[in-house]
Every structure is written in structure tokens, then in C-alpha cells.
């Protein structure tokens, strides 16, 4: 069999000050509510409860049994593309046809403020199949078909000992990692099956050291200049303060070839599955929402990105839905929430986003995005634990999720957990299965493959089709340094050595769009840290600086007060 955790069952006793938590489940409320109605563009949304004992229901991981496979509806064949791996987050197709498995744990050493922390992460180590002695994670592996027969001939690391990898993206010779705090390159031509250069830090990102979602996607423009960073909330909602959500909740915007770097999108609670739409060349995600306001509150979402806009996070949700644990209370904030283009139901954990299009899999599929949802453990009946499809029209979501890639629940069992999918050089669907340490292979059961690779990055095994970015961002003519990739936004805080200035008040913490004349969220460095010594690449590169709040600092409102505890 395939990674069978050890079976167990434990349980916390307490009084008034601790409470008992259960795995099997904490209580019946919410559990006749029909989670279709939460699917598409216009959920039904119930009133918001809270108590104090949340929602529970936890999926144990036992693995997957030699002769197991999920389940997948006629027309489609499903078989492990490869075993054996050690949390594989996402799967990424270069233009060759060579599909590279990133697989990641969790940084360690993130602070614990409060009981719950504790419990929540017992919890979340059940959920992920993390009891006993685990493999090495944290690396790159890279798989090749030769003949492309959908059998995996050659494997191999091609790089080990990262820190906490997720995003990759490759463009003109260089190989892009996001990592825990910084979007790293490394000089890498197709076909080589290592890498043995040392990392160099393009840009530097929000990270430790709470850094509580800490999965960095990217995705690269279609145009080849811009890389699309994902940086995940430091909290459910707030409860760690504002301070500790600058720069996050949001969707960065890289120059490839300078490093400068702004904010693009935020209010995005936790976003990932970064991907351009093939057809209308528009940036999509799938967005894990919030918690502790019952089990069918809030969808998780897939929406197109908007450039300069704002997503809710924390002061609302689905739009003007105000969340009332979040002060100082922001009317303004709420009214400039733009509604997510379709939900996906409450707490499936949307992790991982890819389109059909140009794929081999059946007409039924030709035209809509595929999502990995990895599963719920906060309500009281499953959701999530699947992957889905979602057909479109005109480069729009038109129609109900259908299921695709089941069968990963077994009753109160979980065998896999699903979470980034990708399109393979043959054309078939890959599903990495993070919890089952397996990459799954879903297919047209006719064997039909498509004539040539096509890149997670749009391009083909020839190269970039885009114009280099050299090219997008020309030099300056007088000091021969490359120009910042877009003009600073009025307001933005000027950065010197390393070190932005104070952003004006209307920052506060979480970055958001800013009226005509008010500050917009500061932009990183325009250019990577200096005087650092890149380690090898077999060690990992050194902590990029400077740190988050060097680069994106932030204030509350004038005349306002730190919260206290929100969200308790």
C-alpha cells in the first residue's frame, strides 16, 4: 500500500477552559444544508453563526492500498503517473513535456499565541497524514515520459533541500520557485535533470515568522514580462492584529527581469491555483475563504483577478457580506469589495486550478477549469476531498461543478487529499494527491493524447512565443540599470537601502485599493537585497532580506486603536 498512517483516535478533556473535541464530529447543526446551493455564481448564504466549539469533522489518512485508485466517470481512466513522493503540492508541465512535481511541508518554528493554535495544529497534522516517520520533503522532482505512453521512464531531483516550495514557473532559461519568503530563480534549460547552480533571489516576499498560509503560487504573464506571486493571510481573520497582514492577503506582480515588484490584487484570503485563462489571456484563482462563522459560511471561490482590486478580506465577504469580528469597521472597504465570479461551497479548501483547454481529455471537457479541492475539516459533514470541473463559455464559469477525480474519502477515512492539478504533455489531466504522496493521471479512455506538449506557461517546447523581457523593461540609457517594470503608483512609500518609509494611514495593514490622491500599498525593492552570499543550491538559499515589514510597512487609520482580539 501506499503511505497507511497509523491509526488513532485522540481526544482532549477540559472543563469550562478546555473543551472536548472529537474527531468523529463536534455537532448536527448545518448538516441537512445542501452544499449545491452554495455552487456558482450567486451562493446562498446563511445568517453566520458562531460558538465555542466550532464545527469538527476530521478526515484520518490511511493511504491507498497497492490496487487502489480514485474514481473517475466513463470516458476517462485514472492511474498513479507516480508514487512514492513526499507531499506533492503541485505538478507543473515545461515545454517539453517534462512535468515537475513540487512537493513541500509547512516552515517550522511559526509562533503559538494561543490555545487554539495548539489544537487547531494537532488537528491539521491529522488531516495531513502526518503521524509517523515521514520522507524528505521540500524538494523539486522531475518526471519524463519519453515516448509519451503516459508512463513516467526517467525520474529525478532536481532540486532538494528548499524552503517550503509551492509556485514554479520557467520562462527563457530560468527555472522560477516561490519559496516560504521569496520568489528564487535558478538558470535551467530543458532536458537537464538537475540543477547544481546556486539560487538568486529575484524578489523577496511576506513571510515568517507566522507566515500561516504559507503556499506561494505563481504564474507567468502571457506576455512573458510579469510573474504572479499568491501570498496567503497571517490569520483566519485579524486576530493577530493588522500589523501582521501587510503585504498579504493579496496577489504580487513581479518584473521577471528587475525583481520590482508591487501588489496586484487583494482582500484574497488565501489564494492559489494561480493560471491564465488560454483563451482571454485574464489571471484566475481559487480563494480558501474564512472560518469559525459555522459550517456553511464562507464559499471558497474561483474568480478572475482584477488588476488594483479588492476582494473583501477581512472587513467582508462575497461582496458587502459584512464580517462583524473585524474593527475597526471599514464601510468604505466594503463598498469597494468586488463579488467573486462563482463559488465553490463552504470550506472544500480550493487549492489548485488548471484549464482544459487544448487538453486530450473528451469534448465533455474541452472548454473549463479543473479544480483541486483538498477537503474540509471544520464542519460537521465532509466537502471537498475531489477534484472538479467547471465548464465555460466566452472564458467565463456557465454551468454546475461536475465531479471528475472522486473517491478519495472512505467514510470517515481519507485515502488522498487532492490539491494542485496541471495538464501533462500528452494532454491528460495530473492530480497531486499530497496526502497519498502519489501524482494521479486522469485520461481519455481511448488513449486519444494531444500532438505536441503545451507548458503550464503557454508556451511550447520551441521557447517563449512572448517577447523576451528584457525587451518589455529596456534599460536606462544614462546608468545602464534596468527601469522599475511600472511607474510607482501616487503615494507609494520610496524605498532606500533596503528600508520603505512609512505608507501614509490609508495602508492599514492589509493591502487594499486606495481612493485617487491616498497612498497604495508600497511597492518591494526595485531591485533584489544586495551583499547577501546565495547558498548552494543542495543547501537552500539564506533568508532573503529585508524582512516583510522593511518591505511592505503599513498603519492603521488616524486616530484609530490597535484591535485587541478580534475574531475570538
Known amino acids: 500500500m501506499i503511505d497507511r498512517k497509523a491509526s488513532f483516535r485522540p481526544v482532549i478533556l477540559g472543563s469550562s477552559a478546555l473543551v472536548l473535541l472529537a474527531l468523529a464530529g463536534c455537532s448536527d447543526d448545518g448538516s441537512d444544508f445542501d452544499v449545491s446551493s452554495q455552487i456558482g455564481p450567486d451562493p446562498v448564504l446563511p445568517e453566520p453563526s458562531s460558538s465555542l466549539l466550532p464545527s469538527l469533522k476530521v478526515a484520518e489518512v490511511v493511504g491507498w492500498d497497492a490496487a487502489q485508485t480514485p474514481t473517475v466517470p466513463e470516458g476517462l481512466t485514472v492511474t498513479p503517473y507516480a508514487t512514492d513522493l513526499a507531499n506533492p503540492r503541485t505538478v507543473h508541465t515545461l515545454p517539453n513535456g517534462d512535468v515537475l512535481v513540487v512537493q513541500g511541508r509547512a516552515p517550522s518554528g511559526k509562533p503559538v499565541s494561543r490555545p487554539k493554535d495548539v489544537i487547531r495544529g494537532w488537528i491539521m497534522s491529522i488531516a495531513h497524514g502526518s503521524g509517523g516517520p515521514q520522507k524528505e520533503s521540500n524538494l523539486i522532482t522531475l518526471l519524463r515520459d519519453t515516448d509519451r505512453d503516459g508512463t513516467v521512464d526517467e525520474r529525478s531531483d532536481l532540486l532538494t533541500n528548499l524552503d517550503s516550495p509551492f509556485g514554479v514557473a520557467w520562462a527563457d532559461g530560468t527555472l522560477y520557485v516561490a519559496s516560504a519568503d521569496a520568489v528564487l530563480t ?121 488588476e488594483g482590486g479588492f476582494y473583501g478580506w477581512p472587513w467582508s465577504y462575497f461582496g458587502d457580506h459584512v464580517d462583524e469580528r473585524v474593527y475597526p469597521k471599514r464601510p468604505d472597504m466594503v463598498e469597494k469589495a468586488i463579488v467573486p465570479d462563482y463559488a465553490l461551497s463552504s470550506h472544500v479548501a480550493a487549492l489548485g486550478l488548471t484549464f482544459s483547454n487544448g487538453s486530450a481529455l473528451p469534448e465533455a471537457y474541452a472548454n473549463g477549469a479543473f ?110 540599470e534596468p527601469a522599475p517594470a511600472t511607474e510607482p503608483a501616487a503615494g507609494t512609500a520610496p524605498v532606500e537601502g533596503g528600508k520603505a518609509d512609512a505608507a501614509p494611514a490609508e495602508v492599514e495593514g492589509v493591502v487594499a485599493p486606495q481612493d485617487e490622491g491616498e497612498a497604495t500599498a508600497p511597492a518591494a525593492a526595485d531591485e533584489p537585497p544586495t551583499g547577501e552570499q546565495p547558498a548552494a543550491a543542495s543547501d537552500g538559499p539564506a533568508n532573503p532580506e529585508p524582512s516583510q515589514t522593511e518591505v511592505a510597512p503599513a498603519v492603521l487609520p488616524e486616530g484609530t486603536v490597535q484591535p485587541g482580539q478580534q475574531g475570538q
Request: no cysteine; charged share 20%; net charge negative.
Open 186 to 306: 535558478y538558470p535551467y534549460e530543458l532536458g537537464q535533470t538537475e540543477i547544481t547552480a546556486a539560487a538568486e533571489v529575484l524578489t523577496p516576499l511576506p513571510g515568517g515568522p507566522i507566515n500561516h498560509h504559507w503556499t506561494k503560487d505563481l504564474a507567468l504573464s502571457p506576455d512573458g514580462r510579469f510573474l504572479y506571486a499568491s501570498v496567503g493571510s497571517n490569520s483566519n481573520i485579524v486576530e493577530r492584529g493588522l500589523e501582521a497582514e501587510k503585504g498579504r492577503a493579496a496577489i504580487w506582480q513581479i518584473d521577471r527581469e528587475t525583481g520590482a515588484s508591487k501588489v496586484f490584487a487583494s482582500g484574497l484570503r488565501n489564494p492559489n491555483g494561480l493560471t491564465f485563462h488560454p483563451d482571454t489571456d485574464v489571471l484566475w484563482a481559487v480563494i480558501n475563504e474564512r472560518d469559525e462563522l459555522g459550517p456553511n459560511l464562507v464559499p471558497d471561490y474561483m474568480t478572475s483577478v482584477q
Open 371 to 480: 479544480i483541486g479541492e483538498h477537503g474540509s475539516w471544520n464542519r460537521d459533514d465532509f466537502n471537498g476531498y475531489k477534484v472538479v470541473y467547471v465548464p465555460f463559455t466566452d472564458g467565463k464559469p456557465d454551468g454546475m461543478a461536475q465531479d471528475v477525480v472522486t473517491g478519495f474519502l472512505d467514510g470517515d477515512e481519507a485515502r488522498g487529499r487532492p490539491v494542485g492539478v496541471g495538464i501533462d504533455g500528452t494532454g491528460a489531466l495530473l492530480v497531486a494527491d499530497d496526502a497519498g504522496n502519489t501524482v494521479w493521471r486522469v485520461a481519455a479512455a481511448d488513449g486519444t493524447i494531444s500532438p505536441e506538449p503545451v507548458g503550464t506557461d503557454g508556451v511550447t517546447a520551441g521557447g517563449s512565443d512572448a517577447p523576451a523581457a528584457a525587451e518589455a523593461a529596456p534599460s536606462d540609457a544614462a546608468g545602464g
